[in-house]
């Protein structure tokens, strides 16, 4: 089946009546037959029906064998950092989105852990950061916010003759339009609050992995740290996953004429898209990913400018995350990176003039319409004040 379909079909066996939608387990305990003997479920936070069907179908929809549900994106990436020891190191993509960095940089280096930063479109500059030492390569691609395009196939030819995992965030692209299991990665890294859930009503992660062991590992810390996703989320992000591959068609399509648009505005600087023909590493990109996804980022030189064209808007809503059904723009200098730690921020921060913005399903005219609106109101204002300094 293609993806598509399995978005609306998936294993509900758990479910005796075979109920269309499925139930929610809504409960932290479960009777068991004996005083020494278990059923299969004895305790949510060892394992949920509800939990283990949303974790079946993402598996599904990666192409995949196993997958464990998170309480969030930071959960699983906590948890996939466990495969980590102390003494041994972790290299990371120098454009990640902050609360990334600010586990790896503040968490980590307490538990012996380092990390270091590295180019990871350059693969000459991640094959000259390897040592021993290293246990795994974490990236993103598209990456947050800038967009930056690695090579998840030659990044997993180099992370294989390391001996290390590669672990890739796919959060910005979801399933339908990028496989990186297929492509040679070790762990497949979701922040399920973005397009899996696609509502902006549920925060949750996912970890996918094909090998048993890795599997096995990643369940056990999620139990044993408590923290799997709950069922009420679980039942949530199956509901809104029905819809997924509707949902990104859309925002790709509209993604791409906001992206055009923006690439033709006067007072835009630079435009990060993979979408375009002139973004780096944009046929690596068409290589490995069926779709461009829905998040664009922008700058026009002027902070002040870019500050008055997020406030200016009204069918985007000013807000961090990305991937809802509704349009979001936000300044990540300011709200999603602003954890970078200040010894940290000459090297990861994105510039202060960023704009990042996630186009959701709205008529993409009227998108564009609100765009060029509060890009006028931006402009105006600022020759006001301009004119105003030198009056």
């Known amino acids: ?63 995949a064998e196993y997958a464990c549900a998170f309480a969030s994106g930071m959960a699983a990436i906590t948890a996939l950092t466990r495969f980590v020891g102390a003494g041994e190191e972790i290299l990371a993509g120098d454009d990640l989105y902050g609360g990334t960095v600010r586990l790896l940089d503040q968490i980590l280096p307490r538990q012996g852990i380092a990390v270091r930063y590295v180019d990871v479109t350059d693969i000459d500059a991640v ?3 390897l040592n021993p030492r290293v246990r795994m390569i974490l990236i993103e691609t598209p990456s947050n ?15 294989r003759e390391a001996g290390a995992l590669l672990a890739v965030d796919n959060s910005m692209l979801s399933p339908c339009f990028q496989k990186p299991l297929k492509l040679g990665a ?43 996703l709950s069922p009420f989320d679980s039942w949530l992000l199956l509901r809104g996953m029905k819809t997924l591959s509707l949902r990104v068609e859309r925002q790709n399509e509209s993604a791409r004429k906001v992206a055009q648009f923006l690439s033709q505005h006067p007072a835009v600087d630079r435009v990060y898209y993979p979408g375009l ?6 046929e690596i990109h068409r290589s490995q990913s069926k779709g ?3 998040v664009i980022s922008f700058t026009t030189g002027d902070a002040e400018v870019s500050r008055q064209v997020v406030e200016a808007t009204e069918l985007f809503d000013i807000a961090v995350s990305f991937g809802s059904v509704g349009s979001t723009i936000s ?48 402009v105006r204002r600022e020759e006001a004040a301009s004119a105003a300094c030198v009056a």
Not at 18 to 37: H, K, L
Not at 193 to 218: E, M, P, W
């Open 331 to 378: 300044l990540p200098c300011r709200m999603s990176h602003a954890s970078i730690p200040q010894a940290l921020r000459d090297k990861l921060a994105p510039p202060p003039d960023l704009v990042r913005i996630s186009v959701g399903i709205e008529d993409v005219d009227d998108l564009i319409e609100d765009l060029s609106r509060a890009f006028a109101l931006a």
């Open 127 to 129: 094959r000259a950061a």
């Open 277 to 282: 023909a002139d973004h780096p590493g944009h």
């Open 145 to 159: 916010p800038t967009m930056r395009i690695a090579d998840i196939r030659a990044l997993a030819q180099v992370a």
């Open 292 to 294: 461009d996804g829905a």
């Open 1 to 63: 089946m293609k993806t598509a379909t399995q978005c609306v079909h998936f294993d509900s066996t758990d479910d005796p009546y075979c109920s269309i939608s499925p139930p929610i387990y809504q409960t932290a305990t479960f009777r068991q037959p004996t005083s020494d003997e278990f059923g299969e479920y004895d305790y949510t936070r060892s394992g949920n029906p509800t939990r283990n069907l949303v974790e079946r179908q993402i598996a599904r929809l990666e192409g």
């Open 186 to 228: 070790d762990v497949v890294v979701h922040s399920a609050t973005k397009f899996l859930c696609g509502h902006s009503d549920v925060t949750g992660g996912a970890l996918v992995v094909n090998d048993y062991d890795l599997y096995r590992q990643i369940a056990f810390h999620q139990n044993a740290e408590g923290a799997g």
